[in-house]
């Protein structure tokens, strides 16, 4: 029943604030502890110079000398946008004499002004692998440029003691920013489990744990789908929470489909949250892991509390009081899952919005563990233990950190919106779509105990 302690290897400094248990006293903020960029055995910025970023990553300068380079003066969308301000562009082949194991890869891309959605489509491949295919970086940031890409490899393995990635043109030529490679770490720090669901169950969700939402269609995101409490839409069965999509008329929604959250029942301030879950393959559909304050007229300044505010653009609760995606994912683009913040700064799809993506295969196929990790100084995020996206706390400002109050967990299996739908009409073949959970559990540090 229980899972076996998970370890990490930074510095923590944790509060859980949960409604069954009262509401503990914040704790100091810390200095961000950097020893896991310890993992970088290698970064380069390309067309640019040595510097170390924010966030502990020591990049090396571009002294190949193959290829044109450039420089872009201001990128969008990133925290420190250094390593995007230079470029390398061409085919490239880029090398490096490592130990034998697994490496997980990171590529920093930033399209230059004036590029168009498939002007440059380029293939990115380790030891002679496509890891990354059809690349296009101007419509990946939805024609925001020139705003910054993050795209993460995982599970690189080196059997010849030497690192071989290659860009190919597909159309135009490839560009790429910088690299940075870490190398997997074993974990070094146990946490205890004070929150959990593993759905060992039969029937609705535990009412104790997850309130189910019953909403029209429209009423966010521009989506399709009603959602319902309906068995149908949302259930626990086979050890799993399933979350289903259906095609069907229902109070004038053409789909409907289920959403849970944890509002009043388990939330929190600082943690490390860890979902196993997999994911529905299609176009149109849209998997969300994801979290919303407790209180969100936190930080509204145009709205009273105990108004409207979800979906309603006359409201600022959000962004303001803030949001965090654990995972976000698009069946139109199945390798592929992001993770994002929004607060008052960088929100929506606009060109500063921060956030990241990791190619994952089979997610439809196999269950992938979905985690965040929160401090009082940085949001991190991961995919089967391997990082992809990292928000730091910069100012004490909260239009940049809003993330200082609980939030709790919602889980929702959307048809359509307008990102559901970016890549075409709803495929009305894929339904019944389900999103199954197999566990949720939620982390304190043992040494808070």
């Known amino acids: 029943m229980f899972p076996a302690p998970i370890k990490t290897g930074y510095m923590l400094c944790l509060l859980l604030l949960w409604a069954v248990e009262g509401v503990a006293q914040p704790a100091e903020l810390e200095v961000i502890d950097?020893?896991?960029?310890?993992?970088?055995?290698?970064?380069?910025?390309?067309?640019?110079?040595?510097?170390?970023?924010?966030?502990?990553?020591?990049?090396?300068?571009?002294?190949?000398?193959?290829?044109?380079?450039?420089?872009?003066?201001?990128?969008?969308?990133?925290?420190?946008?250094?390593?995007?301000?230079?470029?390398?562009?061409?085919?490239?082949?880029?090398?490096?004499?490592?130990?034998?194991?697994?490496?997980?890869?990171?590529?920093?891309?930033?399209?230059?002004?004036?590029?168009?959605?498939?002007?440059?489509?380029?293939?990115v491949l380790a030891q002679d692998r496509i890891v990354i295919q059809h690349l296009d970086v101007s419509l990946s940031r939805s024609s925001s440029v020139p705003s910054a890409l993050k795209r993460t490899v995982i599970g690189v393995e080196v059997t010849n003691g030497r690192l071989v990635v290659q860009l190919r043109a597909v159309r135009s030529v490839p560009i790429l920013s910088g690299l940075s490679v870490r190398a997997r770490q074993p974990e070094a720090r146990e946490w205890r489990l004070v929150w959990f669901d593993e759905f060992d169950y039969t029937g609705p969700p535990d009412a104790s744990k997850w309130q189910i939402d019953q909403w029209q269609a429209g009423k966010v995101n521009d989506e399709d789908q009603a959602y319902t409490s309906r068995s149908r839409n949302v259930r626990v069965a086979s050890g799993k929470l399933m979350l289903q999509?259906?095609?069907?008329?229902?109070?004038?929604?053409?789909?409907?489909?289920?959403?849970?959250?944890?509002?009043?029942?388990?939330?929190?301030?600082?943690?490390?949250?860890?979902?196993?879950?997999?994911?529905?393959?299609?176009?149109?559909?849209?998997?969300?892991?994801?979290?919303?304050?407790?209180?969100?007229?936190?930080?509204?300044?145009?709205?009273?509390?105990?108004?409207?505010?979800?979906?309603?653009?006359?409201?600022?609760?959000?962004?303001?009081?803030?949001?965090?995606?654990?995972?976000?994912?698009?069946?139109?683009?199945?390798?592929?899952?992001?993770?994002?913040?929004?607060?008052?700064?960088?929100?929506?799809?606009?060109?500063?919005?921060?956030?990241?993506?990791?190619?994952?295969?089979?997610?439809?196929?196999?269950?992938?563990?979905y985690s965040m990790e929160w401090t009082p100084q940085q949001i991190r995020v991961f995919v089967d233990g391997v990082e992809f996206y990292r928000y730091l706390r910069l100012t004490e400002d909260w239009r940049d950190w809003p993330f200082d109050h609980p939030f709790h967990l919602i889980m929702n299996l959307a048809v359509g919106g307008h990102w559901g739908r970016a890549g075409g009409p709803i495929d009305q073949s894929v339904f019944p779509a389900t999103m199954e959970v197999d566990y949720v559990r939620v982390f304190v540090p043992r040494a808070i105990e």
């Open 34 to 123: 950097l020893q896991d960029a310890d993992a970088v055995v290698w970064a380069i910025n390309l067309g640019g110079q040595a510097h170390r970023s924010i966030d502990g990553i020591q990049f090396q300068a571009d002294a190949d000398g193959a290829g044109a380079t450039g420089s872009v003066p201001a990128v969008l969308g990133a925290q420190d946008i250094t390593v995007y301000r230079s470029h390398r562009v061409g085919e490239m082949r880029l090398e490096k004499s490592l130990p034998d194991g697994i490496y997980d890869l990171t590529f920093y891309f930033a399209e230059p002004h004036g590029a168009e959605p498939g002007e440059r489509v380029f293939d």
């Open 245 to 369: 999509a259906h095609a069907e008329q229902y109070q004038g929604a053409a789909y409907t489909s289920g959403r849970v959250h944890s509002k009043g029942l388990g939330h929190f301030l600082y943690g490390r949250i860890d979902i196993s879950a997999r994911l529905p393959a299609g176009q149109g559909l849209w998997s969300a892991l994801w979290m919303l304050p407790d209180n969100p007229y936190q930080y509204a300044t145009n709205c009273e509390e105990g108004s409207e505010w979800q979906g309603n653009p006359d409201c600022d609760a959000w962004p303001n009081s803030g949001e965090i995606d654990i995972m976000e994912h698009v069946g139109y683009d199945m390798r592929r899952v992001h993770s994002t913040v929004h607060n008052h700064r960088f929100f929506s799809t606009g060109p500063e919005l921060r956030n990241a993506s990791i190619e994952v295969e089979d997610v439809a196929g196999a269950f992938h563990v």
